[in-house]
């Protein structure tokens, strides 16, 4: 799996695409009306075994080291569809920005499903 | 994508085509049931033919699964609406409309059950509503009640100024006297216990 690298005077640091699914998938339900992070069958199966539902969201670093990340959602009924996306990509942004400092290229959001919260 | 797609279709083909010409030659007595014995007497004769057919087995698994995963997904892809913000793109699932169009029945009493399904055309949004309702509705009014709800819901919950269309089909009108008469050949069915009150006599 690709890693975000970063070169210092003393070595070399490396992010993984995990770590930046989980901040992204942390930040996102941070946000009031998202009910959870949605899934496609290989993550809901993942999920069933214990495992993390972090496959869902895909994470891309292109040449460029900028970082494109899509983030499959479930939200809650009643809520303005735009406004959610809009302040989880903002918190998504800020959110990765302030703990790696990676350039983040694009945060797009799928709204899978709508649930009563 | 495009090449494990081509991949995909291609050894499809071509086990397909195996399968048919294998059928064909059997059809045509170019090889004996016997000749198919022998074949799979050799395979199951040694460890590496047999590890190599499990391979093969869990291999093929492996590859149906991901190309099912590719369709499918690709067509759930194509069925969303989208637009564009400054950070990025956001797609929104047809079926979440439609989850959203589900939970409107619970609004309406007159209704007892909604089965939406929703269409991104070019002109806009076309909503197909299927509706049971309960008897004594004001079928006119409640359908432009309904019409209007689902239009407002749509437009105020994805933020979108593009025309949707919602088409309304009343399968069917339950009455009171439906579910009584359910209630009571559910109570029928059950069956009754047998000297279920004796011995309570007196007591």
């Known amino acids: ?117 | 994508m495009r090449i494990f797609m081509v991949l995909g279709i291609s050894f499809y083909a071509v086990v397909l085509i195996i399968i048919g010409i294998a059928l064909m030659a059997f059809s045509l007595n170019l090889f004996e049931p016997l000749d198919i014995n022998n074949l799979v007497l050799y395979l199951q004769s040694g460890i590496n033919s047999r590890i190599i057919v499990g391979l093969s087995g869990f291999l093929l698994i492996l590859i149906s699964f991901s190309f099912a995963q590719l369709i499918l997904g690709r067509f759930q892809r194509e069925k969303t609406i989208a637009f564009a913000t400054t950070s990025g793109e956001v797609t929104i699932a047809l079926s979440a409309v439609e989850d959203l169009i589900k939970r409107l029945g619970g609004v309406i009493p007159e209704i007892k059950e909604l089965r939406p399904d929703v269409i991104a055309t070019k002109k806009g949004i076309v909503v197909d509503l299927r509706v049971i309702l309960k008897s004594e509705t004001n079928i006119p009014e409640l359908t432009l009640r309904l019409q209007e709800i689902t239009r407002s819901k749509i437009q105020e919950v994805l933020g979108i100024e593009e025309q949707v269309f919602v088409k309304i089909h009343v399968l069917k009108i339950v009455t009171a006297e439906d579910k009584d008469k359910k209630k009571r050949d559910a109570e029928k069915q059950e069956p009754g216990i047998p000297f279920a009150g004796y011995g309570r006599f007196g007591q």
């Open chain 1, 1 to 117: 799996m690709h890693r975000e690298e970063t070169r210092t005077d003393l070595g070399a640091i490396k992010i993984h695409k995990n770590v930046i699914a989980s901040i992204a998938s942390l930040a996102a339900v941070e946000i009031e009306g998202v009910k959870r992070i949605g899934g496609d069958f290989t993550s809901g199966l993942l999920e069933l075994i214990g495992k993390k539902n972090l496959l869902a969201v895909k994470v891309e670093i292109d040449k460029n080291e900028e970082v494109r990340i899509d983030v499959p959602l479930v939200i809650k009924y009643g809520f303005n569809i735009p406004d959610i996306a809009n302040r989880v990509q903002e918190n998504v942004r800020n959110a990765l920005e302030k703990m790696t400092s990676l350039s983040i290229k694009d945060i797009n959001i799928s709204v899978q499903s709508i649930e009563r919260g």
